[in-house]
């Protein structure tokens, strides 16, 4: 089963920046849509942004211009920019993928997440 595996959480200030990444681990056949959610603390997961294989975005209002997501097919990796970051976005963020591995077994992955905290 392919593994994920998200980097680049971390400490930022408010109104500043940071750049998360998602590897994969193991062999990949082909990866379909690739995603990323948060999940802070007394709310419900959210939604971020998602990418298809040809490159189609779509963004939850709440990141609509401020996050950018992107993808590396040659490097079955995903990433996500994230600018102008407020405290309420403090939250483990987390990768998720739709990916046709080894004998074209299909699975939902899910990254293991990583914290990302607004603050001053």
């Known amino acids: 089963q392919v593994q994920l595996m998200e980097s680049g959480g971390g400490l930022a200030q408010p109104g500043g920046s940071l750049r998360l990444a998602c590897a994969t681990v193991g062999y990949v056949f082909r990866i379909n849509d690739m995603a990323w959610y948060r999940h802070a603390p007394g709310k419900e997961r959210e939604l971020l942004a998602s990418i298809s294989r040809t490159g189609r975005t779509k963004y939850a209002d709440s990141v609509k211009g401020r996050f950018t997501i992107s993808r590396d097919n040659t490097r079955n990796m995903a990433y996500l920019e994230m600018k102008s970051l407020k405290p309420e976005e403090t939250a483990v963020y987390y990768c998720?993928?739709?990916?046709?591995?080894?004998?074209?077994?299909?699975?939902?992955?899910w990254g293991r997440g990583t914290q990302v905290t607004i603050s001053s």
């Open positions: 998720n993928a739709d990916i046709i591995g080894s004998g074209y077994s299909r699975d939902d992955s």
